[in-house]
């Protein structure tokens, strides 16, 4: 279903990793993105080191809650996309869905996976232990888990139809944990602290203004490589395609071959 | 789908199952262990009457958070760079990859189209 589809209209594919003119747009895209990102990565650490009070009961140690919350926040972005583009593969088979949904998929566990260090870090010093059986941790480590698993079955399934469809369902079962996620705090009692609600925000302005940075700029750093893995993804897509190509072409040499002889 | 892979995709369902199990059980396990209170912001701990006893000058658990802070920003990089990384060593075998899948079928192509125009 990829190959026909790519094949019918593979333009994106191609022009990903063939160095086209729109190639080289594309990729000055994401230069000047990724030079953005640089530039309020810069800016947020200033902010959250320099700007930003230290905070009175936990000190220097909260300031892990700056990229912890807003790499939470990505993570949670990146495996949406990752669900609907899964079920949009599953409903119309577009390739382009797959790559997507693989891209969330891979980016959605590199951010879980910093919400999951750092957590139990700054736990060590406000709760005394690095790790209680607390819903929202829980329920975190299960995202993380499902979607580790969709990782894993799309390496050892290979690059088959059923993989794909396995993975697909895999993603939109996981994402349903994200609301459980959100609402645990409130929903279960828990340690996890509250500092956003909707009556605003617990923190002083200053470290609002860190936190926004942050957020801003997690957020861009998300896009950006989602953006490239895409990239790299329908480079792979685009490579199945010509060894296809290739087989087809060794084929006809073959019937050439046995032709000559006869 | 071919059998390696039916194989293969097999035996990687069974390991995450097994993880998981194993997984659900130390949740369950860690779940029976009471959670500490929980502690809110700005809120007196250890008023006097609560029966803590406090510890002697200089022997009270000192965690250090600076180092923490530090190991969580060090893991943010590591994993940040080190996914880039990939990222790019990814990218850079594709491209040479392409390249020479493409001269390859492009080459074939050429040579066949000019026997059959010979023939």
Redesign the interface.
Known sequence: MITHEVAKSGRWGRDA??GTSSDKSRFDWLVAWAAVTAVGMCVALYLVFAYAPVEA?????Q??FY??VP?AIAAYVAFTVSCVASAVYLVRGNARADVWARAGAEVGV?FC??VL??GP??G??????F????PRL?LT?VLW?TFV?YL??R????P????RRICAALAILGVVDIPLVRYSVQRW???H?RVITKGGS?ISDEMEVALLAAFVVTLL?MVC?MA??V??GS??V??DV??R??AR??R??DA?ARG?LN | ?NRP?RC??R???L??AL??TM?AFA?TA??D?A??E?????EEVGTPGSGFVPAPDGEG?N?N??A??L???G??WV??LG??GT?AS??RR??A??GA??R??TD??DR?DE??KG?
């Open positions: 990793v063939m009961t936990m000190g220097i140690v300031k892990i990229f912890h790499s590199i996976t910093m260090i750092s870090l700054w060590r010093k406000a709760w005394g232990a790790w209680t059986g607390e829980m480590l888990l698993a894993v079955v390496r050892v399934g290979g088959g139809e059923m993989t009692r828990g340690n602290p617990g750093l490589l490239v893995r990239r790299i480079a792979e685009e490579s010509l060894h190509r290739l072409v060794r006809r040499q050439l000559s | 789908m892979q293969r995709l035996a990687g369902l390991t995450l993880c998981g997984l949740g860690s779940a262990v959670p500490p929980p502690q809110l912001y700005g658990e965690i958070g600076g923490l802070m190991a969580a920003y893991v943010f994993l940040i996914y880039v990222l990814r990218a594709d491209s990859e392409m899948l493409k390859q079928v074939l192509e066949l026997i059959e023939a």
